[in-house]
């Protein structure tokens, strides 16, 4: 329905909102990249959009000018590296504008802040390679600054030389410690840069209009997102789990290559290599040699890890929480095609001795909410999806493995399926309602289970993480709400809205797309070409609605609160819709007309006591504290030393602290120490989190609740 209203009152709003843009700035002495006019109309869609049909209701304002401009001036120069004050007070001409600039498809303005950008840019990287050569004193005491974050604007060009002379130091030094000569060390530099200004050479007026739009969308909310033709194309490559890689999702931060997240079920995540917050510096094929990939543009990098299943990559990786200086970890992974079926759930059954007794636990892990719709809609017999896989698992763990309590592992679940959400959370309650959905006009449609009896109603617990996400909050929270099991971890993520994709040819008039077809074009030699393809606009993720809980309270923003909490290894103040300043409100609504299950609150309270007698006691629980206080320590810190001596003393010193620790934990399990180098092995690894889950699941057993 929705659908059919946007198709019949955009595209009115479209071309009644046609203005003549203003003639594009010039910048001199680069190559200046320009909008086109496919762009224009994207940018009139999006707001049009935006305006009637974001969940917000929002108007694109001066206010929302203000915010645009700074995000965009940030998505560019994040650590302030190549703008100059003088650049920033010209930009604020700008500051109240952009809002009725978008609106008339007057896209002028940020494609000249990115056109002074590319200079600046290109003007340190010549001044850096300039620079490589230059004698360098290793033993001085000074530093380099690597965040700028928070630092005023440079002043002049003098200042801003010395920035990047004292960041090539630093890039060399880097290399130094690896044990590699200063000849190869400035050869491997000069290629570097050489590398980042073919990639800056290489961008079109398609990768400009993408980071403007992040930084327009980004200003509503965190999950209304414009895809260009190409991200698009991509984005829902990956929704339909087709890829064939390593199965990682990549960001770019600093000039380097950054795991975001290890895709569940992919070859990096059954390696166990590689992890949220790893960095690659260098790629290689097979046998190959390595490339340094350090500053390639995103595209082009993730095109060399990509490739046929069945092909090996080689990553050169700095681990999470380690510095860029430290000795980077070198793994091997054979790429895969990454679908649907390999997000399968799986299940384990672990046994636990609590007060002389044994007790088998079942863990299921679910890491997405995945449905073979095709299959579904076909009425296939055996389609896959996730409520059918862990009914299959919970019959085994029941009759076969004769568990006596069972967790469902959500950790890193981003969600997927709502119907799914549903289902599965119908295999522990005997129907009744399971979330509430509000949508723009405040209406309120309440889903449930429908499906009589339960699949287990034995101890259950959930167990979660900080990214545990949108439809597996649903979950969480519907099993808490019903008081039909404990949840056990962290707080969860906050996501608690609905996207619906829109795909913006289909809401233009075929008239308009018909013009910008025939419209004439200069190739490279500056001869005219016609074409008669049909532009792609790309497409849109607009909020539209709200997820709130059986109980009233929305999973927005403030997600699921555990009823046993554990230490949280990603930071709760990077990681989370309540760290984004866009992210809609938590609220409440009227709760759903459900009958729990049981009440466990004396329960949780028992089990929480128990918890924290034993992580008193803990080595894992002291030595995971203090990991995530010097992570979050590191995480503070802007500079670093240039003095060779004292950086390599530094990182020494690191690895022996590590290799302490890991013999002690090694010590309580009766494993034998290892020394630095040697390999441990997979059998060897312990996962703290999930024992203590387990821990809790015996008081559970013990402690016999009525269910």
């Given at each position: 329905?929705?659908?059919?209203?946007?198709?019949?009152?955009?595209?009115?709003?479209?071309?009644?909102?046609?203005?003549?843009?203003?003639?594009?700035q010039?910048?001199?002495?680069?190559?200046?990249?320009?909008?086109?006019?496919?762009?224009?109309?994207?940018?009139?869609?999006?707001?049009?959009?935006?305006?009637?049909?974001n969940?917000k209701?929002?108007?694109v304002?001066?206010?929302?000018?203000?915010?645009?401009?700074?995000?965009y001036?940030?998505?560019?120069?994040?650590?302030?590296?190549?703008f100059?004050?003088?650049?920033?007070?010209?930009?604020?001409?700008?500051?109240?504008?952009?809002?009725?600039?978008?609106?008339?498809?007057?896209?002028?303005?940020?494609?000249?802040?990115?056109?002074?950008?590319?200079?600046?840019?290109?003007?340190?990287?010549?001044?850096?390679?300039?620079?490589?050569?230059?004698?360098?004193?290793?033993?001085?005491?000074?530093?380099?600054?690597?965040n700028?974050?928070?630092?005023?604007?440079?002043?002049?060009?003098?200042?801003?030389?010395?920035?990047?002379?004292?960041?090539?130091?630093?890039?060399?030094?880097?290399?130094?410690?690896?044990?590699?000569?200063?000849?190869?060390?400035?050869?491997?530099?000069?290629?570097?840069?050489?590398?980042?200004?073919?990639?800056?050479?290489?961008?079109?007026?398609?990768?400009?209009?993408?980071?403007?739009?992040?930084?327009?969308?980004?200003?509503?909310?965190?999950?209304?997102?414009?895809?260009?033709?190409?991200?698009?194309?991509?984005?829902?490559?990956?929704?339909?789990?087709?890829?064939?890689?390593?199965?990682?999702?990549?960001?770019?931060?600093?000039?380097?290559?950054?795991?975001?997240?290890?895709?569940?079920?992919?070859?990096?995540?059954?390696?166990?290599?590689l992890?949220?917050?790893?960095?690659?510096?260098?790629?290689?094929?097979?046998?190959?040699?390595?490339?340094?990939?350090?500053?390639?543009?995103?595209?082009?990098?993730?095109?060399?890890?990509?490739?046929?299943?069945?092909?090996?990559?080689?990553?050169?990786?700095?681990?999470?929480?380690?510095?860029?200086?430290?000795k980077?970890v070198?793994?091997?992974?054979?790429?895969?095609k990454?679908?649907?079926?390999?997000?399968?759930?799986?299940?384990?059954?672990?046994?636990?001795?609590?007060?002389?007794?044994?007790?088998?636990?079942?863990?299921?892990?679910?890491?997405?909410?995945?449905?073979?719709?095709?299959?579904?809609?076909?009425?296939?017999?055996?389609?896959?999806?996730?409520?059918?896989?862990?009914?299959?698992?919970?019959?085994?763990?029941k009759?076969?493995?004769?568990?006596?309590?069972?967790?469902?592992?959500?950790?890193?679940?981003?969600?997927?399926?709502?119907?799914?959400?549903?289902d599965?959370?119908?295999?522990?309650?005997?129907?009744?309602?399971?979330?509430?959905?509000?949508?723009?006009?405040?209406?309120?449609?309440?889903?449930?289970?429908?499906?009589?009896?339960?699949a287990?109603?034995?101890?259950?617990?959930?167990?979660?993480?900080?990214?545990?996400?949108?439809?597996?909050?649903?979950?969480?929270?519907?099993?808490?709400?019903?008081?039909?099991?404990?949840?056990?971890?962290?707080?969860?993520?906050?996501?608690?809205?609905?996207?619906?994709?829109?795909?913006?040819?289909?809401?233009?008039?075929?008239?308009?797309?018909?013009?910008?077809?025939?419209?004439?074009?200069?190739?490279?030699?500056?001869?005219?070409?016609q074409?008669?393809?049909?532009?792609?606009?790309?497409?849109?993720?607009?909020?539209?609605?709200?997820?709130y809980?059986v109980?009233?309270s929305?999973?927005?923003?403030?997600?699921?609160?555990?009823?046993i909490t554990?230490?949280?290894?990603?930071?709760?103040?990077?990681?989370?819709?309540?760290?984004?300043?866009?992210?809609?409100?938590?609220?409440?609504?009227?709760?759903?007309?459900?009958?729990?299950?049981?009440?466990?609150?004396?329960?949780?309270?028992?089990?929480?006591?128990?918890?924290?007698?034993?992580?008193?006691?803990?080595?894992d629980?002291?030595?995971?504290?203090?990991d995530?206080?010097?992570?979050?320590?590191?995480?503070?810190?802007?500079?670093?030393?240039?003095?060779?001596?004292?950086?390599?003393?530094?990182?020494?010193?690191?690895?022996?602290?590590?290799?302490?620790?890991?013999?002690?934990?090694?010590?309580?399990?009766?494993?034998?120490?290892?020394?630095?180098?040697?390999?441990?092995?997979?059998?060897?690894n312990?996962?703290?989190?999930?024992d203590?889950?387990?821990?809790?699941?015996?008081?559970?057993?013990?402690?016999?609740?009525?269910?």
């Open positions: 329905m929705l659908k059919r209203i946007l198709v019949a009152t955009f595209t009115v709003a479209v071309l009644a909102c046609q203005a003549t843009p203003k003639p594009q010039v910048v001199e002495g680069i190559p200046n990249i320009m909008p086109d006019e496919k762009q224009s109309l994207v940018a009139r869609q999006v707001v049009a959009l935006i305006e009637n049909y969940y209701k929002i108007v304002n001066d206010s929302i000018s203000s915010i645009v401009l700074d995000k001036i940030k998505a560019l120069d994040p650590y302030r590296n190549y100059l004050a003088s650049d920033i007070k010209d930009f604020e001409q700008f500051r109240t504008t952009l809002d009725d600039s978008f609106r008339d498809g007057d896209l002028s303005a940020p494609f000249y802040i990115f056109n002074i950008y590319s200079k600046r840019y290109n003007e340190t990287l010549d001044y850096a390679m300039a620079h490589i050569k230059d004698k360098y004193d290793f033993n001085q005491q000074d530093t380099y600054v690597f700028r974050e928070k630092m005023p604007w440079v002043t002049s060009i003098a200042t801003l030389n010395d920035i990047w002379k004292k960041k090539v130091k630093y890039e060399l030094v880097n290399l130094k410690l690896a044990g590699t000569s200063d000849a190869k060390n400035a050869e491997t530099l000069t290629k570097r840069y050489k590398n980042l200004k073919l990639q800056s050479s290489k961008l079109n007026n398609q990768d400009v209009f993408q980071v403007l739009m992040d930084a327009f969308t980004g200003a509503i909310d965190p999950h209304t997102n414009y895809f260009n033709p190409s991200n698009a194309s991509q984005f829902n490559e990956q929704m339909s789990r087709s890829i064939e890689g390593i199965g990682a999702y990549l960001q770019s931060e600093n000039d380097v290559l950054k795991i975001a997240e290890v895709t569940p079920g992919g070859p990096a995540y059954k390696s166990k290599q992890h949220a917050g790893d960095r690659i510096i260098g790629v290689a094929q097979a046998d190959g040699e390595f490339e340094d990939i350090i500053g390639w543009r995103l595209d082009n990098a993730v095109a060399k890890i990509k490739g046929p299943k069945g092909t090996v990559v080689r990553l050169k990786i700095i681990p999470v929480g380690h510095d860029m200086s430290s980077p070198i793994i091997e992974i054979t790429r895969e990454i679908v649907m079926e390999d997000q399968s759930a799986k299940k384990e059954v672990k046994t636990i001795h609590s007060n002389g007794k044994p007790y088998k636990v079942g863990i299921i892990s679910v890491p997405a909410f995945y449905i073979d719709s095709k299959a579904a809609i076909a009425k296939e017999a055996n389609y896959k999806s996730t409520t059918r896989d862990v009914k299959l698992l919970i019959d085994t763990l009759n076969k493995d004769k568990v006596d309590a069972i967790v469902m592992d959500l950790r890193g679940n981003g969600g997927g399926s709502l119907l799914e959400a549903i599965l959370t119908g295999l522990f309650i005997d129907q009744g309602p399971v979330v509430q959905v509000k949508d723009q006009k405040g209406e309120v449609e309440v889903d449930s289970d429908e499906n009589p009896g339960v287990w109603s034995g101890p259950f617990g959930v167990l979660v993480d900080r990214t545990t996400a949108s439809a597996s909050e649903i979950f969480a929270g519907a099993i808490q709400d019903y008081g039909r099991g404990v949840i056990i971890g962290t707080q969860t993520y906050g996501k608690g809205t609905v996207q619906q994709p829109i795909d913006l040819n289909k809401l233009v008039n075929p008239s308009i797309l018909e013009r910008l077809a025939s419209l004439v074009k200069l190739d490279s030699t500056g001869k005219p070409v074409t008669a393809e049909v532009p792609q606009l790309g497409q849109i993720n607009l909020t539209i609605a709200k997820f809980r109980n009233g929305s999973t927005q923003h403030k997600g699921v609160m555990p009823d554990l230490p949280s290894f990603y930071p709760m103040d990077k990681v989370g819709e309540d760290t984004e300043a866009s992210a809609l409100p938590w609220d409440e609504i009227q709760k759903s007309d459900f009958v729990p299950v049981a009440n466990l609150a004396a329960l949780r309270t028992e089990l929480a006591k128990l918890h924290e007698t034993r992580m008193g006691k803990s080595l629980y002291k030595i995971l504290v203090q995530i206080a010097d992570m979050k320590k590191r995480n503070l810190e802007t500079s670093v030393t240039l003095n060779e001596n004292k950086l390599k003393s530094e990182r020494e010193v690191l690895e022996v602290k590590a290799l302490e620790k890991t013999n002690k934990l090694r010590a309580t399990r009766g494993l034998a120490p290892v020394k630095k180098g040697d390999k441990i092995k997979k059998s060897e312990f996962d703290f989190l999930e203590e889950t387990l821990r809790v699941m015996a008081d559970y057993i013990q402690l016999k609740p009525t269910v």
